[in-house]
């Protein structure tokens, strides 16, 4: 199983722990919840479903009445099917949660990862972000030495290239360091009132701040209870103090 195979598979799982949903409803979660999978299709989501459906973590059920079931046929509609979490699945999924390897902070998979933070221990949490960071702080000195070794022959808009580069790099990393700080003082990154269901990565916290297709959030620096965000405060390394 690919490594794209299986956070999707984590995705749904996590998506179906908080309720039973039909394809489409789980394609428009992940496409809009989980950003890191708005350019999948139904074509890869549906074998996902009939493999969670045959390794016992997901049952599928009728989405209709008894009615619309017989209706369906007749009127040349297949009927919805229904997708729930099986106890099995459940107990898979937290297993997932709990794992803190390299395959929890890639950059492929970190972001699906940290949308499911709410339903993850803080110590799991804890060495996730750190893992991230130090993969980050590894690449971020990998790239100031090609820079220095290469800087001569670059013509300038290579070098700016380069340096757009670091610099996201460097966002990440003062990101994590903010959500480490909060997750060391002891305070619960939920927003209130909330359930513990997926946090929505691309549309509420900005996982990697240059990733093409990923949305601001709505201004509540200060709120309680609310993750802080690169461009929260003006940094002293930041022109202006502006937003990143």
């Given at each position: 199983m690919s490594r794209r195979s299986g956070i999707l598979e984590f995705a749904v799982l996590g998506l179906l722990r908080e309720s039973p949903m039909h394809g489409y409803e789980l394609r428009k979660r992940l496409n809009t919840s989980l950003g890191v999978f708005r350019a999948f299709s139904y074509g890869t989501l549906y074998p996902c479903l009939k493999t969670l459906v045959a390794n016992g973590w997901l049952i599928e059920e009728p989405g209709h009445t008894a009615e619309e079931a017989l209706a369906a046929p007749l009127s040349g509609?297949?009927?919805?099917i229904v997708y729930r979490l099986t106890a099995e699945g459940k107990e898979h999924f937290e297993q997932l949660l709990s794992q803190t390897?390299?395959?929890?902070y890639e950059d492929e998979t970190f972001a699906a990862r940290f949308a499911f933070f709410g339903q993850t221990s803080r110590d799991?949490?804890?060495?996730?972000l750190e893992g991230r960071r130090s993969r980050l702080e590894e690449r971020l000195e990998k790239m100031r030495a090609s820079?220095?070794?290469?800087?001569?022959?670059?013509?300038?808009?290579?070098?700016?290239?380069q340096r757009h580069g670091m610099e996201s790099v460097e966002r990440e990393v003062r990101w994590l360091n903010e959500l480490i700080e909060s997750e060391r003082a002891g305070r619960d990154l939920r927003a209130p009132g909330t359930d513990?269901?997926?946090?929505?990565?691309?549309?509420?916290?900005?996982?990697?701040p240059d990733t093409p297709g990923t949305q601001d959030t709505p201004d509540t620096t200060g709120a309680p209870g609310?993750?802080?965000?690169?461009?929260?405060?003006?940094?002293?390394?930041t022109p202006g103090g502006t937003a990143m």
């Open positions: 509609r297949r009927a919805k390897g390299p395959d929890a799991v949490r804890m060495r996730v820079l220095a070794r290469t800087r001569e022959r670059l013509d300038d808009y290579t070098l700016e290239l513990g269901s997926a946090q929505q990565s691309p549309q509420h916290t900005r996982i990697t609310v993750l802080p965000r690169p461009g929260d405060t003006p940094r002293p390394d």
